[in-house]
């Protein structure tokens, strides 16, 4: 299992589009995905679950993948996060 911290950066946190891409990546792996935020611990998995989390900009989130590509899923999600979801500045 790998846990790790991670920042939302986007302006307008984990909305629909960045749930989704969130959720695709997932789907993309055999590994189970977990991400918790103050102290509501979800399936990545499951759009809704991830829409629950209601992660704003700023927000840490941890991640946890496990099973047998946890190492590829943690990776493209690390990605994810840091490149704000794709999604442009406001403003």
């Given at each position: 299992m790998l846990r790790e911290e991670l920042m939302v950066i986007n302006d307008l946190g984990i909305h629909?589009?960045?749930?989704?891409?969130?959720?695709?990546?997932?789907?993309?792996?055999?590994?189970?995905?977990?991400?918790?935020?103050?102290?509501?611990?979800?399936?990545?998995?499951?759009?809704?679950g991830v829409l629950l989390l209601a992660a704003e900009c700023g927000a840490p989130v941890t991640v946890e993948?496990?099973?047998?590509?946890?190492?590829?899923?943690?990776?493209?999600?690390?990605e994810l996060f840091a490149a704000g979801f794709h999604e442009l500045k406001q403003g």
């Open positions: 629909a589009r960045p749930a989704q891409h969130i959720v695709k990546l997932a789907a993309k792996h055999q590994a189970e995905l977990w991400l918790e935020k103050d102290g509501n611990r979800i399936n990545g998995k499951s759009i809704m993948t496990e099973g047998a590509d946890e190492q590829a899923l943690m990776d493209g999600l690390r």
